[in-house]
């Protein structure tokens, strides 16, 4: 049979690989996963009790581990796993329930345990419906190969257009005469496309004109008549 008195004299004096001991504050820490308050004492401790319980949340949900001494042999089943219902107040019941017959401390520390893990999954479930910025790292060597590498491209497609350009006045003035199989009137074609393209691109939006506009139009439309009209004149005098 198991000692507890015994194991725990071992563990309290000698080396132990749950204990913890804080820098700055006198207590001791426990670090088993099955420490109802994490704390290194005598009531707390998971191994010197044969009469231990504990609770755990795995995934959003909340288990009753019970420790059952009879399997000491078999660690791997030595504790019997209860799921506790959503509802608070049927899964303190169910507490009171299993534990009817143990030690107030080990239920008044199961129900503590219990409320500390409700409370924060209802924090965890609060802060994931907010909008909670984001904090993205960023490779600043990877941008400065990128930027490095948009330089050098736009430059050769700038290089690329250029060459072009110079290309096609040259053939349009006939520098290369007939070094290239080219048919003249496709290419006069495709030229005087190009030079549409360009005049549609160079097309403005203005207002309309005012009527300070439409009297010059008058005026100006007047003294070519005038010029016109003196011409004629001239040239009868001249054949007469």
């Known amino acids: 049979m198991q000692n507890d008195e015994l194991i725990w004299q071992n563990i309290n004096l000698n080396f132990c690989s749950y204990k913890v001991k804080a820098k700055q504050q006198k207590q001791t820490f426990c670090k088993n ?9 005598r009531q707390s401790c998971p191994l010197a009790n044969s009469r231990y319980a504990t609770i755990r949340e795995e995934k959003g949900v909340c288990y009753l581990y019970m420790k059952v001494i009879e399997r000491a042999h078999t660690p791997k089943q030595m504790y019997e796993k209860i799921k506790l219902p959503r509802n608070y107040e049927k899964a303190l019941a169910l507490i009171d329930e299993h534990l009817i017959y143990w030690p107030n401390f080990t239920i008044h520390k199961c129900k503590q345990r219990y409320t500390k893990i409700i409370q924060y999954l209802i924090r965890m479930r609060k802060l994931r419906k907010k909008n909670v910025k984001k904090l993205v790292s960023r490779d600043l060597k990877m941008e400065k190969r990128e930027s490095r590498r948009e330089a050098k491209a736009l430059a050769a497609a700038q290089l690329d257009q250029s060459i072009e350009k110079e290309l096609l006045e ?18 006069e074609k495709v030229v005087e496309q190009e030079e549409e393209e360009e005049e549609e691109e160079e097309s403005e939006f203005v207002e309309d004109f005012d009527e ?19 011409k004629a004149k001239q040239k009868i005098k001249v054949g007469n």
């Open 170 to 187: 040259r053939l349009k003035k006939g520098t290369y005469g007939d070094i290239y199989n080219i048919n003249q009137d496709i290419f």
């Open 212 to 230: 300070s506009d439409l009297e010059d139009i008058e005026d100006y439309e007047l003294e070519m008549e005038t010029e016109t009209a003196g």
């Open 33 to 41: 996963e099955y420490n109802v308050t994490g704390l290194c004492n």
